[in-house]
């Protein structure tokens, strides 16, 4: 699957979900070792297990650091992060939304020998702690594509809108951000000052300005993670996203991913009023 934007959501999730098991009631949802060989094969296992990576991202919004906490932050990661439970969280969902045909469509285009290349590639990407330097990377290598006329923007471009990397990515910030800071304010680790629809305003109010900053770290993500890639073999994944089945995988694979990554950052924020900021000695 494509990389996901590590940023600091879930309702919109849960809808997706409802939706997506409505339209797939007729079709036989898809067993565990099936499941399993699906989440390898796509590299969502290597996705999930980034989701961690966006850890450090949940004191910032109480305007503090990870290093507040010192050592005792990184043991509060690795047990609320833990690969297995959220491995078994997204077989848990998917178990009951993705039937066999959307998983044989999108296995198939993966398995193929462009698609493992693809995996192997993005599961790299997904891995990469310091998105500073991703960032950096991609954006020298967008400037230089811009430079000479290259329509490999212009490509990758369309591969990000095929899987809705900008949309769907918005949704996910909004929804886990109000998440975790109403359990937060539930757990008494803040005060806020704004009941959830002011909240919700506030966060749509900056919506345009996240917008713009999500499509320039999409695009730089993906000159990054796809530089090793022809124009032609960008060209046939941003085809092969395009098609309705693939759509709707992609549409459930964001809305497991972002759904795991706002309850484990609920499970955060009622695990921090235990917590007092502290530094190492």
């Given at each position: 699957m494509t990389?996901?934007?590590?940023?600091?959501?879930?309702?919109?999730?849960?809808?997706?979900?409802?939706?997506?098991?409505?339209?797939?009631?007729?079709?036989?949802?898809?067993?565990?070792?099936?499941?399993?060989?699906?989440?390898?094969v796509t590299g969502f296992d290597v996705a999930l297990e980034?989701?961690?990576?966006?850890?450090?991202?949940?004191?910032?919004?109480?305007?503090?650091?990870a290093n507040d906490f010192g050592s005792e932050w990184s043991r509060l990661v690795g047990e609320v992060f833990?690969?297995?439970?959220?491995?078994?969280?997204?077989l848990d969902i998917l178990s009951k939304t993705l039937s066999d045909d959307l998983l044989n469509h999108a296995a198939g285009f993966y398995a193929s020998d462009?698609?493992?290349?693809?995996v192997v590639a993005e599961n790299a990407s997904h891995m990469v702690e310091e998105d500073g330097l991703k960032s950096e990377s991609g954006t020298s290598i967008i400037d230089g594509l811009v430079r000479i006329g290259s329509p490999r923007v212009a490509l990758l471009t369309e591969l990000n809108e095929?899987?809705?990397?900008?949309?769907?990515?918005?949704?996910?910030?909004?929804?886990?951000?109000?998440?975790?800071?109403?359990?937060?304010?539930?757990?008494?680790?803040?005060?806020?000052?704004?009941d959830e629809p002011d909240l919700r305003e506030a966060l749509r109010s900056q919506e345009?300005?996240?917008?713009r900053s999500i499509k320039a770290n999409a695009l730089a993500n993906a000159a990054?993670?796809?530089?090793?890639?022809?124009?032609d073999e960008v060209a046939e994944y941003a085809q092969a996203l395009s098609e309705p089945k693939m759509q709707k995988v992609y549409a459930l694979m964001n809305a497991v991913q972002y759904e795991i990554q706002?309850?484990?950052?609920?499970?955060?924020?009622?695990?921090?009023?235990?917590?007092?900021?502290?530094?190492?000695?």
């Open positions: 990389p996901i934007l590590r940023m600091p959501l879930l309702a919109f999730s849960l809808l997706c979900l409802l939706a997506l098991s409505l339209q797939s009631q007729t079709a036989r949802a898809a067993d565990p070792d099936r499941l399993e060989a699906f989440l390898e980034s989701i961690r990576l966006s850890a450090d991202s949940a004191p910032q919004m109480l305007g503090l650091s833990d690969t297995d439970l959220m491995h078994d969280m997204a462009l698609g493992q290349r693809l095929a899987s809705d990397v900008e949309d769907s990515s918005i949704r996910a910030i909004q929804e886990v951000q109000i998440r975790f800071l109403m359990a937060a304010a539930g757990a008494g680790v803040i005060e806020l000052r704004m345009g300005e996240m917008r990054y993670t796809y530089q090793a890639f022809s124009d706002a309850n484990r950052f609920e499970e955060v924020a009622a695990r921090l009023s235990a917590m007092q900021p502290s530094q190492d000695l």
